[in-house]
């Protein structure tokens, strides 16, 4: 099929590379002349794992072309719109960029089409879209719309996008959803080479959800909310295992083990961060409330990952009393791990709430710095987790990189000017991290010493005197 994506930030330009993959012609436009000439030299605007070698791969085969949005959409069978929907101070979602778009839709474009939201957008948008279109094109165009959210992760999204759970199409044509057939048919027959995994070839083939444009619109904001429910949820309970004495990994473990709970998302830790997270919860509190239902527990959900900042903040403080003038290492600036994004990142609010203290912070993360660099442009980065952990009071790990699980703490212990460890993702167990002569401090859990711990040795000290 002929295909134009329009907007080449994370979804699609992900969903553009993935598309032409998968035998389409693709042509991925964005209004940013300067991000397509960074295309067209085979450079990427940000990372995702695979995605450079498939766009690479693409672009040199002229099955992915990167073009001006007026250009793209002429003779486009299908038309997704990609673009972004941040949100506004009152926290509705900016549907500028989507009007935009679809005033473009309804000049350029050709033939038949089917338009596609793509882009995160509050239920009855497609209406708006639909409307748009006409009022703009009159009879000069014939043009169907659907909705087709993504649920592409970072980090894993080339993955997610050939081995997805469920396509969700909302469509009120027939012909409409037989185009999202089309589109989707070697990802709903699982008939293509996967370019990540080869050995993937026997996964399940996706569900495909067909429903009308308003369900398949609440699909998408309803699913993210109920994932930032669960991380509120569990870190709620991590907060009341601390405070009785309970562990939350084997909390997690028992309640996860319940099919209607599942073990997915139910990691504690510093709070959920990310493009899509913090945005749909607050659009979809203001949706309901437009729609005239009050959504006040995803209100609480907001609330209680606000809170989790200054929770992690005082666990420092209870460990170093003062944290004026406190050397601290903090590990992990992206909002998580294989990803070099740091919007809404818990680490980044968690710098500016310690430099806010006067801490001295110094940073690391193995992707993550340019991009960091942009928010914080005063941080001290360091090149290693070794450069940042010399001669500090603390080790805060703030992202869980598989690359921190591998450090060589021996090493580390050597470097620092106390070997504490607060662990703000749970990464190690307290024996794994207290072998290496560490006091380590996680969250849902109790504070773990290391045998030859000073206070550790008072403590039992303590307990045993009457
Ligand atoms: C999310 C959705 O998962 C995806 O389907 C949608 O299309 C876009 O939004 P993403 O933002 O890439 O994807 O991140 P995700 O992996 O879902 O994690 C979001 C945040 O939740 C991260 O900050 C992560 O650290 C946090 N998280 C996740 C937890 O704190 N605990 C968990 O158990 C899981």
Redesign the pocket.
């Known amino acids: 099929m002929k295909i134009s994506v329009i907007g080449a930030g994370y979804v699609g330009l992900t969903t553009a590379a993935c598309l032409a993959e998968i035998g389409h012609s693709v042509r991925c436009a964005d209004n940013d002349e300067g991000k397509l000439n960074l295309l067209r030299s085979g450079r990427m605007p940000f990372f995702e794992t695979h995605l450079e070698t498939i766009v690479q791969r693409n672009h040199a085969a002229r099955t992915l072309q990167f073009e001006e949005v007026e250009n793209a959409v002429k003779g486009a069978e299908a038309i997704l719109i990609c673009v972004g929907t941040p949100p506004l101070d009152n926290g509705d979602a900016d549907l500028s960029a989507v009007a935009n778009v679809a005033r473009i839709v309804a000049k350029h474009a050709t033939g038949h089409c089917l338009v596609i939201e793509k882009s995160t957008v509050p239920v009855k948008t497609g209406q708006q879209l639909k409307r748009q279109l006409q009022l703009y094109a009159g009879n000069r165009l014939q043009c169907d719309l659907a909705s087709n959210p993504?649920?592409?992760?970072?980090?894993t999204a080339i993955h997610d996008f050939f081995h997805p759970d469920r396509i969700v199409i909302g469509v009120d044509t027939e012909w409409a959803a037989a185009q999202l057939r089309e589109m989707y048919r070697p990802i709903l027959e699982q008939s293509f080479h996967c370019p990540v995994h080869p050995q993937c070839q026997h996964t399940p083939k996706p569900a495909l959800i067909v429903t009308d444009t308003e369900s398949s619109e609440l699909i998408k904001h309803a699913?993210?909310s109920f994932?930032a429910m669960?991380?509120s949820f569990?870190n709620m309970v991590a907060d009341l295992c601390e405070a009785t004495g309970a562990n939350i990994t084997k909390v997690a473990q028992g309640m996860g083990m319940d099919p209607r709970i599942g073990p997915?998302?139910?990691?504690?830790?510093i709070?959920?961060?990310?493009?899509?997270?913090p945005k749909?919860v607050q659009a979809f509190v203001r949706i309901a409330s437009q729609a005239g239902c009050d959504f006040s527990l995803l209100k609480e959900v907001e609330n209680i990952n606000k809170r989790r900042i200054d929770r992690f903040v005082e666990k420092i403080r209870q460990e170093l009393w003062v944290i004026a003038g406190r050397k601290l290492a903090v590990l992990g600036l992206a909002?998580?791990p294989n990803?070099d994004d740091v919007r809404f990142a818990?680490a980044i609010e968690l710098i500016r709430a310690l430099v806010r203290e006067s801490a001295i912070v110094r940073a690391y993360d193995p992707q993550a710095t340019e991009k960091a660099k942009a928010v914080l442009p005063n941080l001290d980065y360091c090149s290693s987790p070794y450069e940042a952990s010399a001669d500090t009071d603390a080790i805060l790990l703030t992202t869980e990189w598989d690359e921190f699980r591998a450090l060589d703490w021996e090493r580390i212990r050597g470097l620092v000017a106390r070997p504490l460890i607060i662990d703000g993702r749970n990464m190690f167990t307290p024996e794994e991290i207290t072998a290496h002569g560490f006091h380590y401090i996680s969250i849902g859990r109790q504070p773990a010493f290391s045998s030859d711990d000073e206070v550790f040795s008072r403590s039992k000290l303590g307990a045993a005197l009457p």
């Open positions: 993504e649920f592409l992760r970072e980090g699913s993210n994932l669960k991380i569990i997915a998302f139910l990691n504690p830790g709070g959920f961060g990310g493009f899509c997270f749909d909002f998580k990803t818990p």
